[in-house]
């Protein structure tokens, strides 16, 4: 039995190194993997954002969009994070009450609990959050610009005066 054993191992120790050798040596291409991130995206995915990044576009998208059965305010969703060297995933909620509008965003170091001021001023720091929290509290509006919505944000009851604040908290686990 050793020596079957012993053969084994020695034909396999001799064979891999050939196969190492004789495999095609192949670098990756960047559009390809592009492609490839392009072709997995969710079906329900909305783009949110699409900017210019090194190598091709950054691209941020909100997909399955869910109100928990326990309260009718707050949503769940992932975020599709894409760039062309990485893609992220990110699990996170919102609050759409007209009395405390939050978003819970995660990041790969820490969870940050903003509080939104919808219709009101938006800013190249805030315009992500507006933008999500528009997209999972009033889908039909996703993709549209915050800037424009106040009277939309004032017809279903929003002051327009909440002010917005920031509270970072360690990420616990991914």
């Not at 490839?36 to 783009?47: C, E, F, G, T």
């Not at 909100?62 to 969703?77: F, K, L, N, Q």
């Not at 507006?130 to 004032?154: M, Q, S």
Request: charge should be negative; aromatic fraction near 6%.
């Amino acid at each position: 039995m050793r020596s079957v054993l012993s053969r084994l191992m020695l034909s396999v120790a001799v064979a891999l190194p050939v196969l190492l050798c004789t495999a095609p040596i192949r670098g990756i291409d960047r559009q390809e993997v592009l492609e490839q991130m392009k072709k997995s995206r969710p079906q329900d995915l909305k783009v949110l954002i699409e900017e210019p990044d090194a190598g091709g576009p950054r691209i941020i998208g909100i997909y399955e969009v869910r109100t928990p059965s326990s309260t009718d305010t707050m949503r769940r969703y992932q975020i599709w994070e894409e760039s062309p060297s990485d893609l992220n995933i990110y699990f996170e909620s919102v609050d759409c009450s007209t009395s405390s509008p939050v978003r819970v965003k995660r990041t790969a170091t820490a969870v940050y609990v903003r509080t939104i001021n919808p219709g009101g001023p938006v800013n190249d720091t805030n315009r992500e959050d507006h933008l999500v929290w528009w997209a999972a509290c009033v889908p039909e509006l996703a993709g549209t610009d915050p800037v424009t919505l106040r009277d939309k944000a004032l017809s279903l009851g929003y002051s327009t005066l909440i002010p917005e604040r920031q509270e970072q908290l360690p990420a616990l686990a991914p």
